[in-house]
């Protein structure tokens, strides 16, 4: 199994915290906010997106804006 970092978010919908997990930046199995997050960590933020919330939302990163999207 790989190193990678996670990326916790609130769903916009229910409020809920949900994980992207990341391979780009230094994959340290660090743990960040969407605000806090480094920017190269955030590069594939949504390679196994969407992530699907408990409440059905399915969930992306809009990486440039920095806000979670609702598909």
Known sequence: ???FD???V?????GEK???????GQCTLE?????DCPSDALYNANRHSPN???????LSID???RVVLVG
Request: proline residues 3%.
């Open 18 to 24: 949900s994980e992207f997990q990341t391979k780009s």
């Open 52 to 58: 699907e919330c408990s409440c059905g939302a399915s």
């Open 6 to 8: 996670t990326i916790y």
């Open 31 to 35: 743990c960040y906010t969407l605000e």
């Open 10 to 14: 609130n769903c916009p919908n229910c």
């Open 1 to 3: 199994m790989g190193m």
């Open 63 to 65: 990486i440039n804006r």
